[in-house]
């Protein structure tokens, strides 16, 4: 199922996106689109409404230095163990909504990621059965403030501030992620291309050392982390990031006015 969420002339609501010929249409889910999703009978084409960012996180937790190739161009050796940090749920974005670079920074990069989206309460998960607390993926940009994330020796205040995390254009549920293709492109410009093959640790290994330290939530949302290749962006780009098999997530940049 492709799960979305929507702004139509009836409000807010959260949607399953369906093929109708040769357009798509969104019909409204009640309430929430955990577990199985009863539906409203409302719908709309869904080019007569706008995408938002596809779930409400109580939490945004990233997994740093996940590719080899990535933690040698940052200068440094892949982890043994991975690397969590968060961002707050107030820097969540949907689709085409402008990446604002803070005024105190002269360096804003893309970084082009698979995101996990969490289903169900679960702590203390296995390996083993981490698929079975998974809602499904989406396309995921972990912005950074580069020069923050330097000066400060820690990562909070260049991943955190509003906007720089970009998430779309939907949840795909029936999907195996194990070997997908990413591309990051600025202006039509490829900049990333890897493959999730070559996470250095894997989805089950990651919601296993995730929920050994703290609870996961429905909607909580793991960004698996970025391939080689990141760079900046400035004010008028465009960036892009495509994951194979769920879609494409482009947000304009802009400055702090």
């Known amino acids: ?39 409203t009978g409302r719908s709309w084409p869904l080019a007569d409404v706008r995408l938002l960012a596809p779930i409400l996180a109580s939490k945004v937790i990233c ?53 996990v989206v969490i289903g169900q309460p679960c702590k203390d998960v296995k390996a083993a059965r981490a698929l079975d607390v998974v809602l499904g993926y989406t396309v995921a940009n972990d912005v950074t403030a580069r020069d923050h994330q330097r000066a400060d020796g820690q990562w909070t205040r260049g991943k955190s501030y509003d906007t720089f995390c970009p998430l779309g254009p939907w949840i ?52 698996t982390g970025t391939p080689e290749g990141v760079g900046p962006i400035v004010a008028g780009q465009t960036v892009s990031v495509t994951v194979e098999g769920i879609g494409t997530l482009s947000n304009p940049v802009a400055d702090k006015r």
């Open 1 to 39: 199922m492709r799960l979305g969420r929507i702004a139509s002339p009836d409000g807010v609501a959260f949607v399953s996106i369906e093929p109708d010929g040769d357009e798509q249409i969104a019909n409204e889910i009640a309430e929430h689109p955990f577990g199985t999703p009863t539906f």
């Open 63 to 115: 997994i740093g230095k996940n590719y080899a190739a990535h933690a040698a161009e940052m200068g440094g050796e892949a982890p043994k163990d991975p690397v969590i940090f968060l961002k707050p749920n107030t820097s969540i974005i949907g689709p085409n909504v402008p990446i604002v670079r803070p005024a105190t920074s002269n360096q804003v990069d893309y970084e082009g990621e698979l995101a």
């Open 172 to 223: 795909e549920t029936k999907l195996d992620a194990s070997d997908l293709e990413i591309v990051t492109e600025v202006d039509g410009e490829e900049k990333q291309r890897s493959r999730t093959s070559l996470l250095l640790h894997d989805i089950p290994k990651i919601v296993e050392w995730i929920s050994a330290v703290m609870t996961l939530l429905p909607g909580d949302v793991i960004l």
